[in-house]
């Protein structure tokens, strides 16, 4: 990353921390105070085509064509190898004791599972050949347009609607829906299936469709 190497080891360093967060959204601002993405955006584009990180980026439209309402300031930076995220979150004193990997496996350490989790999801879409793509309105004014959607897929045969798939993942078995059921209820014209990803078994329940996390590669 010659001539922006700093800028780099800065985002790569900040990537746990930012994906421990409740939104998961990357600002720049916790990097340098009056920070602008201008000043940073070959830095992410280079740990993105190094295949270093996913970006993930808000469409603010949940139609056809999400590259067209893509925001490209609003994003989501996560891993491409999750192996890598919890060794570099973990990474007290230059290497990850087994310890920490064996009490991460038998679920014993207390941390946000929701980021690995979605860190794994991220990883598995992009392998399936999707862009990655959120939805997030962090309206003030009116709370039945706040919401925030992990992920957005589109079909693969598209019609004259119903084209867009949002997608919201879940680490545990205890979890509400509140941003999925309004994103259905004020995009139905633009709704394919709704899935939620999650560790229970797969149903179809109120329209929307449970599938287990290991099931994420079939959408």
């Not at 039945?144 to 589109?154: H, N, P, W």
Request: charged share 25%.
């Amino acid at each position: 990353a010659q001539g922006y190497e700093m800028k780099v080891e800065q985002i790569f360093d900040d990537i746990p921390s930012q994906l421990q967060k409740h939104e998961k959204k990357f600002k720049l601002s916790s990097l340098k105070k009056e920070a602008r993405f201008r000043d940073y955006e070959e830095a992410i584009f280079w740990l993105s085509d190094a295949m270093i990180t996913n970006i993930a980026y808000n469409s603010t439209a949940p139609v056809l064509g999400l590259k067209l309402n893509m925001e490209r300031m609003t994003l989501k930076c996560y891993m491409a190898d999750t192996g890598l995220l919890i060794s570099h979150a973990f990474d007290e004193n230059g290497i990850v004791s087994e310890e920490i990997y064996k009490k991460l496996l038998f679920d014993k350490l207390e941390f946000n599972k929701g980021m690995i989790v979605e860190n794994v999801v991220a990883q598995m879409l992009t392998a399936s050949g999707h862009k990655l793509y959120f939805y997030s309105n962090s309206s003030r004014n009116d709370a039945s347009s706040r919401m925030e959607i992990d992920f957005l897929v589109a079909k693969s045969k598209i019609t004259n609607r119903h084209n867009i798939s949002p997608i919201e993942v879940k680490s545990s078995k205890n979890y509400t829906l509140t941003s999925l059921k309004k994103f259905c209820s004020q995009y139905k014209e633009q709704l394919y299936i709704p899935y939620v990803l999650h560790p229970g078994d797969l149903k179809e329940e109120n329209g929307i469709t449970y599938l287990p996390l290991y099931m994420t590669p079939f959408l």
